[in-house]
């Protein structure tokens, strides 16, 4: 080996190295159980013709089988989204659309994936190596201030709901308007919206406070008889962002027992690319606006995935933060709440490509635990941060659900 050749290899082993999986690391993670809460894939379902068994190794996309099977990822909400813009008046067809389009995927590869509504679902679904495919709505616009709604969506396997999307809806306040005068607030979450977080316990839906607004988190907690989640959601003390929690709220829900499912979003985990973000937002949202114009002129129905796309080109402006700042806000977290109040939401398919260094897909989340181990985390710790502590979440979800509905049942008789 000539000094060229020797350097040239030094310079490569380091690189490597950089984002080698160690063999203990790698034998961490893949004898975990890892649910992911947050992925907004059935918009790509639904309106692109999307194939999760796509192999096309160009496809941008973060989530598809074979991703999903290189990062040992065992379990998926997908994220049940009506974008209160492009299907303003039938939020509840587009709720079940994008609910059908995750059951049109499973039936397309029943070898690979399946449906999935409880914890022995997922437990089955890992043993079976398959991806456990489950159904989180974003936004309670989606029920149309109707119980009835709610009660068909969780028939149907819905198992979460954020209370609001970034729209506040007529019985939730939103993070996402909080500040704007011309929204109609509820000072948090008004008298329908506790009925329907209650009745969101009764059913086993876990109750979602990503998304909402301060006030509405601490009456959500107030009112929920079973502990809550945020199902991508980070830290507001490592990143200024309104849709981040602060250090009071993550106490909050560790007293609670729920878990917080750290947001991958580079916006919402780095101080640096959020302030960018900020300084060309207006020009991003006019090219935004200017896009769909262009598209109504042509008498072309609008989606959010033609948003998405110029979204993606002003994301790609500003340098991806490093995976350090992700792995920062699950540390603090960790550390606020307790190691048994954290886990991972990505947001995959969901943040217009907007992800730190290292992680372009499902198929990087090895590189969270080596990350989380080269931070001192043992595998007990990593385990649950990975989907141990979901898991326990969302069966307390369920021991309260069965509890509420015995206690009906002997009302009912008593009468
Ligand atoms: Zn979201």
Do not use: C
Not at 329 to 349: C, M, P
């Amino acid at each position: 080996m000539n000094i060229f050749r020797s350097s040239l290899f030094l310079l490569l082993t380091a690189s490597l190295a950089a984002q080698t999986i160690t063999p203990r690391a790698r034998a961490i993670h893949n004898s975990a159980i890892i649910v992911d809460t947050h992925a907004d894939t059935p918009q790509r379902f639904l309106y692109q013709n999307f194939d999760i068994g796509n192999t096309d190794p160009k496809d941008i996309g973060h989530i598809s089988l074979d991703k999903a099977r290189a990062g040992n990822l065992g379990a998926e909400f997908f994220s049940i989204w009506a974008d209160p813009e492009t299907t303003s008046g039938h939020f509840a067809r587009s709720t079940f659309d994008m609910i059908d389009s995750v059951y049109q995927q499973a039936a397309r590869h029943p070898d690979r994936m399946m449906m999935a509504f409880s914890v022995a679902d997922i437990e089955r679904a890992h043993k079976q190596k398959k991806l456990a495919a489950l159904m989180g709505i974003e936004g309670g616009h989606s029920i149309e201030n109707d119980i009835h709604l709610l009660r068909d969506y969780y028939r149907l396997g819905v198992r979460y709901m954020t209370l609001s999307w970034s729209n506040t809806n007529e019985w939730a306040d939103s993070s996402g308007d909080i500040d704007d005068p011309k929204i109609q607030h509820h000072n948090g979450l008004a008298d329908f919206g506790k009925q329907v977080v209650l009745e969101m316990n009764r059913m086993g839906m876990m109750v979602d406070i990503s998304h909402v607004a301060d006030k509405t988190f601490f009456d959500a907690i107030a009112t929920s008889r079973a502990p809550v989640i945020a199902s991508h959601s980070s830290a507001r003390a490592l990143t200024n962002h309104p849709r981040n929690m602060t250090d009071d709220m993550l106490r909050d829900v560790a007293k609670n027992g729920g878990v917080v499912q750290t947001n991958f979003y580079s916006a919402f985990i780095d101080d640096n690319y959020r302030k960018a973000v900020e300084a060309q937002k207006q020009d991003a949202e006019a090219a935004v606006e200017a896009r769909v114009a262009e598209l109504k002129a042509a008498g072309k129905t609008v989606t959010y995935l033609d948003k998405d796309q110029v979204e993606r080109e002003w994301a790609a402006k500003i340098p991806r933060p490093p995976l350090k700042s992700l792995i920062d806000h699950i540390d603090h977290i960790a550390k606020v709440a307790g190691v048994d109040h954290v886990g991972l939401g990505s947001d995959f398919d969901g943040v217009s490509g907007a992800l730190p260094e290292g992680i372009d897909s499902a198929a990087d989340l090895p590189k969270i635990t080596q990350a989380l181990l080269d931070r001192g985390y043992n595998e007990k710790d990593i385990h649950k941060i990975l989907g141990g502590n979901l898991l326990r979440v969302f069966s307390e979800v369920e021991r309260v659900s069965r509890k509420m509905q015995a206690e009906a049942a002997r009302t009912s008789t008593s009468q």
